[in-house]
């Protein structure tokens, strides 16, 4: 089989890694790639947002499955694009991808389909918002509608900061029009969750647990980023929390996409909160966590493609997923002063050490090939991911690994996993 990547981050190079490892794959493509990608797969220059000349490609190509790692090409319906041309390719369908594209449609579909969530209220207009803030309990949540890289949430202590929150995303637009419309929400307090789902429209398959940790600083401070790290399995996610959310969230949420005609078929992600009164989803994401994927797909048993064809062929009843017993820790590796300014372009040492060892992998994320060899390119550089028996041992490791690694401005946070077994 040939295969097609779409993306170019660490949760891509986690996703090539997978599918380099499946009996079925011959040759892999990805678009556009990084340099670690290109250790295993042929990087082609075309980007994410190009939807036609990804469907070009693959049908000149001949590629057998194309699988979408990114949620921008998603929301903008690459997937209705190739699938018009008889391509095979693994993603939710436009109208589907959009329970991560508007978070106005999510929240109503929750509201619709009784799946718990946090309470809310939807405005498209900055007055009505600013009115509604006068009687509202604190903290409260503001909420882009649209995608905004994870950054167009604001928790506001405060009236003031959730007037001046209403003013950046409504008024100034800080993240365009993914700010036309926002959502305000109730805030809820509990340990955060991500639960990654194969889908076929019909069925939903969850996999292993995992937590990201989202702010730039240790003990959770500094400004939100893409994710500095994550662990799996999460040790909150019991099997009383699993029994419930597979009863009243994940079921449903498939469930509630098919009765509105938008059968979801990919990757379902749900961001959920574990409650007082129970698991509440936060949000839903249409693809791979990054850098979830870095975690939880190293300590995948299947083969990653048999089980995407099942979601595409609409037989995912017919595949039971396994995981190792054990657990994996991911620490991202970052360019001093992310997610704000920093500088590109440091030459990176050390990545031959992870070089044929089995339970420690180096993704890429902001790397690129030059005359001097690879060098930084983005804010977060590489994800160091290790496995281990327990989640301290897995720590320990990553932590170890973060050492064989060398470039100016080399930046972590040293509590990724922390303070949840110990
Ligand atoms: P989201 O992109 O919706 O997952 O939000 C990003 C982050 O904001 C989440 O991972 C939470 O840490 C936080 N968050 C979102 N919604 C709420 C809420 N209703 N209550 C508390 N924290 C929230
Ligand atoms: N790590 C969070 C995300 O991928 O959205």
Redesign the pocket.
């Given at each position: 089989m040939k295969v097609l990547i779409v993306g170019s981050g660490g949760r891509e190079h986690a996703i090539a890694a997978r599918a380099a490892k499946s009996p079925k794959v011959d040759k892999i493509y990805c678009a556009p790639g990084n340099a670690g990608i290109a250790g295993i797969a042929e990087c082609v220059d075309i980007g994410a947002m190009e939807l036609d000349r990804l469907a070009d490609f693959a049908e000149e190509k001949e590629i057998d499955l194309t699988i979408i790692g990114m949620d921008d090409p998603l929301v903008a319906g690459v997937v209705d694009v190739f699938e018009k041309r008889g391509l095979r390719v693994f993603g939710p369908r436009k109208n589907a991808a959009i329970l991560e594209g508007s978070k106005a449609f999510s929240k109503d579909l929750m509201k619709k389909y009784n799946i718990p969530t946090?309470a809310y209220e939807t405005f498209d207009n900055a007055e009505e918002a600013l009115a509604y803030l006068q009687n509202s309990q604190y903290p409260l949540?503001l909420?882009a509608d649209g995608l905004a890289l994870?950054k167009g949430?604001l928790?506001c202590n405060t009236k003031e900061e959730a007037e001046a929150g209403v003013k950046t995303l409504m008024l100034e637009k800080q993240f365009g029009s993914a700010g036309d419309r926002i959502v305000v929400?109730?805030?809820?307090t509990g340990r955060?969750v991500s639960v990654l789902c194969y889908c076929d429209g019909t069925h939903i398959l969850p996999m292993t647990s995992a937590q990201d940790h989202?702010r730039a600083k240790d003990g959770d401070q500094g400004l939100n980023t893409g994710g500095m790290g994550t662990f799996s399995p999460s040790p909150f996610y019991t099997e009383e929390v699993d029994a419930f959310c597979k009863k009243y969230i994940y079921q449903p949420s498939m469930d509630a996409m098919k009765a509105e005609g938008r059968d979801f078929v990919g990757i379902m992600f749900l961001?959920l909160?574990l409650t007082e009164e129970g698991p509440k989803v936060?949000?839903y994401n249409a693809r791979f966590g990054d850098p979830e994927a870095q975690v939880v797909l190293p300590r995948m048993k299947n083969d990653m493609i048999e089980v995407m064809e099942a979601c595409i062929d609409g037989c995912l009843d017919k595949i039971s997923l396994e995981f190792e017993d054990n657990a994996a820790v991911c620490v991202i590796l970052a360019s001093d002063g992310y997610p704000e300014h920093y500088e590109k372009g440091k030459e990176i040492y050390g990545l031959e050490r992870f070089e044929g060892l089995e339970d420690y992998y180096v993704f890429h994320a902001g790397t690129k090939r030059t005359e001097k060899g690879i060098v930084t390119n983005g804010g977060r550089v590489l994800g160091v991911t290790a496995k281990g028996g327990s989640l301290k041992e897995a720590r320990d490791n990553a932590y170890k690994a973060t050492e064989w690694i060398e470039f100016s401005d080399k930046y972590m946070r040293h509590d990724i996993g922390k303070a949840i077994d110990e």
């Open positions: 946090a949540v909420k994870g949430v928790i929400e109730e805030f809820l955060e989202k961001g909160i936060l949000e």
